[in-house]
């Protein structure tokens, strides 16, 4: 089992920017693909961005492409997700998750992190 725990979030304005970070601990392997996924009060946990183990291939969430980046840092164990020009309904708890199948389907991801807050003021 991989550990996760996630960092980074906060409360800032609408067009601003943050970096979450995810670092990996544990049964830690490269081979693990790794995502973001986010849940909003009263909402669903949804997909939001994923990565193949070597950080080569990405998948976004629509309404993210172009300002949300994903990136894996392996030497590191560290999932990265640069969130640029947020908008209120960015929004969420988000959270990384760790798997051994490329998926933007949550059942599909074994390892959770505890998540962290973001929030977006317009």
């Known amino acids: 089992q991989v550990q996760l725990i996630e960092s980074g979030g906060g409360s800032v304005q609408a067009g601003d920017s943050l970096r979450l970070s995810c670092a990996a601990s544990?049964?830690?392997?490269?081979?693990?693909?790794m995502g973001w996924f986010r849940q909003a009060t009263g909402k669903e946990r949804e997909f939001v961005a994923t990565t193949d183990d070597t950080g080569t291939i990405t998948h976004y969430k629509d309404s993210v492409k172009g300002r949300f980046t994903i990136s894996r840092d392996n030497a590191k164990n560290t999932l990265y997700l640069q969130m640029n020009s947020l908008q209120p309904e960015d929004t969420a708890v988000y959270y990384c998750?760790?798997?051994?199948?490329?998926?933007?389907?949550?059942?599909?991801?074994?390892?959770w992190g505890q998540g962290t807050q973001v929030t977006v003021s317009s």
């Open positions: 998750a760790a798997g051994t199948y490329y998926s933007t389907s949550a059942s599909t991801y074994n390892s």
């Open positions: 544990g049964r830690t392997r490269n081979s693990y693909y």
